[in-house]
């Protein structure tokens, strides 16, 4: 069965395509055997896209996308080096089945981090902070997903943009940090750094000790995209899409056909 889930996922992201989701057909479905699909998935797009982990990212972060699902804990989805766009490239929708996208704070590690850790020793391992944006694309149609389907899916993960300006995070306050997301000029949601689980560094420890039950860990030079710090919005060809952070700057990209 995880064979099956992760070689259909595999597939519905390349022919772009949507799928049903799991759950119904394997209710049995767990986090723990969720999280092995995922594994699997991302072990065939390393082989068919010749790529390798650049990090990790946190999804369900905020209280209201949890009260959606009915949960109380976050999830976690891995980075590759193909999802990465640079800033100055424009984004075309091509790739995606129905993309939305969202305001992120990215964290690049020194240090390997295992569980267990605090917040202070995520930021002691911190190189540096930027502004980030995240492309979610789920395989799921209609975005309709449970739980442990979501996981299995990598977490929605599709494309990441990181900001090129960096900050040290000890000059940085996440318990105060305001956040404006706009597209082509108009705000469409503000937000705080503290709706990420209070402070995004208590989501980046969550994850930490989640991966250490796993027998993984964050390796120093990986990225961390900690989790939205609003809705995710839809994109469309012609969109200025931008967020701007308190004492971490802005970082803007335009989408195009
Ligand atoms: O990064 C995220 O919060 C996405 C997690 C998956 C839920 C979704 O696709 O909306
Ligand atoms: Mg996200």
Redesign the pocket.
């Known amino acids: 069965m995880k064979e099956t889930i992760a070689a259909e996922l595999f597939k519905a992201e390349r022919d772009i395509e949507e799928v049903d989701k799991f759950t119904d057909k394997y209710p049995q479905l767990t986090t723990d055997i969720a999280y092995d699909i995922q594994e699997l998935l991302v072990k065939k797009k390393i082989t068919a896209e010749k790529t390798s982990i650049s990090g990790w ?6 209280k209201a ?1 949890q009260k959606m ?1 009915g949960v109380h804990e ?2 976690y ?1 891995v980075l590759l080096k193909s999802m990465q766009i640079s800033e100055d490239e424009a984004i075309s929708l091509k790739p995606f089945i129905h993309p ?1 996208i ?1 305001p ?1 704070i990215a964290f690049v590690f020194d240090k390997e981090l295992k569980g267990p850790v605090s917040v202070p020793e995520v930021l002691a391992a911190t190189r540096y902070v930027a502004p980030a944006l ?1 492309i ?3 395989r799921y149609r209609n ?1 309709s ?1 449970t739980l442990t389907d ?1 996981i299995a ?1 990598n ?3 599709s494309r990441y943009i990181i900001g090129k300006q960096t900050f040290k995070p000890e000059l940085v306050d996440f318990t105060l940090m305001g956040m404006v997301f706009k597209k082509n000029g108009e705000v469409v949601a503000t937000s705080t750094a503290a709706s990420v689980m209070g402070h995004p560094a208590r989501a980046i420890a969550w994850m930490v000790n989640k991966l250490t039950a796993r027998g993984q860990s964050i390796l120093p030079g990986q990225v961390v ?1 900690s ?2 710090l609003s809705g ?1 919005m839809m994109m469309e060809a012609g969109d200025e899409v931008s967020v701007g952070f308190d004492g971490i700057g802005h970082l803007e990209v335009t989408i195009t056909t």
């Open positions: 990212k946190l999804g369900l972060t905020s996308k699902m976050p999830t989805g939305k969202e992120e995240e979610i694309d789920s975005f997903f979501v899916d977490s929605s993960s995209l989790g939205a995710a």
